[in-house]
């Protein structure tokens, strides 16, 4: 299994000469599949790129699970390629909320005065799926979700193929309910990360930052480690990175993660653009 | 992926809410066992939780002899948590109690059921008040 992350940027897209070595787009990451699918996880700006990718690879049929229906994992939807490709099939997996579907909640962002276009001009075959639910089950892949803390409707993903595994928690406050490691079923997520190869979690704030945030629904990088240490994972990649943090103000929130984790595990890895991750 | 320990996102978070209550606090989850008091609850108790551990809820409100005040036991399914698991609604009651230092006392009794996004039923909240 491998992962491709196109956009870590947490909140809103940052382009600018502060952010050019971990990107500036919305979460967006791609699990590259050996057949002629695809698998996407969220569709904030890093899907544009992505999708012009997908169509000149030829591929048609794209799953796309999105974590919630925040701007920040949607925004790129719009824009993305196949969308607007009627040789296209694309299933959408997503939360709907208490009282509305999915699909309603999506179709929300492709009318006036949000979007030019109305949800009936897209060309490209539609299906939506709501989540949580039964595992997705591809060849030799497994997707499952659960609903995790985040203001709204959110689930996390794991991801497994083999026996390697990968969470996915891109906006997820579980300090909130507490990282108990004593109590890891009273864990948000836990079950989703437990004994991960990698996580790829929320680690917007630093420790100080987070002061003055807390209930917003992102971790400080101290949590992000705890939550690893708590569920057992092997490896945290810091994900969903602050829009005010430049390029070494990341460094220095992976340095501070990798003090944190100690010498006794494996270090923290800052996501960024173009990140390709092997899994056995 | 390995998900019978994992509690739901709703009772976590009742669980979060109910440990900064100094109101004596208790949640059981779908299948109707107490899976966690809080400190004000202890205090009553004279148990810590995790000393009780997770066990049938109805056996833990028996200890406590629920009655009315001429001292008539008081049957399981009248009484505000069984109410609140079995009929999926908020139910209130008064009733003498006798905690864990021998003492008997007015309680009132609040449990409502929690459901998660998808009318899903997770449990019940039961909150008990000094009368």
Partial sequence: MRLKIWGCRGSVATPGPDTTQYGGNTSCVEVMLDDETALVLDAGTGIRALGLDLLDRGTRQIRLFLTHLHLDHLEGLRFFAPLWDERVSLEIWGPRSPVVSLRDRIMRSFSPPLFPLDFRDVPARITFRDLPGEPWLGEGIALHSDLVLHPGPTVGFRLEAGSSSVAYLPDHEPALAGIDAGAPDWISAGALARDADFVLHDAQYSEAEYEAKIGWGHSSVAHAVDFTRAVGARRLVLFHHEPEHSDRELEELEERARELTGDDREPPLLAREGMVLELD | ?131
């Fill in chain 2, 1 to 131: 992926m390995e998900t019978q320990q994992q509690k739901q996102l709703v009772l976590i978070l009742a669980r979060a809410f109910a440990s900064s209550l100094s109101t004596p606090t208790l949640l059981a989850d779908a299948r109707g066992y107490l899976v966690f008091y809080n400190e004000a609850a202890e205090a009553v108790v004279g148990r810590r939780f995790a000393e009780t551990g997770e066990m049938p809820l109805d056996d833990w409100i028996a200890a406590f002899e629920p009655r009315t005040e001429d001292a008539t036991p008081i049957p399981p399914e009248h009484r505000p948590a069984r109410i609140a698991f079995d009929e999926r609604r908020p139910s209130h009651a008064q009733y003498v109690a006798t905690s864990a230092d021998g003492v008997a006392r007015e309680v009132e009794v609040s449990a409502f059921p929690l459901f998660a996004h998808t009318d899903e039923f997770v449990g019940i909240v039961v909150i008990f008040w000094r009368a």
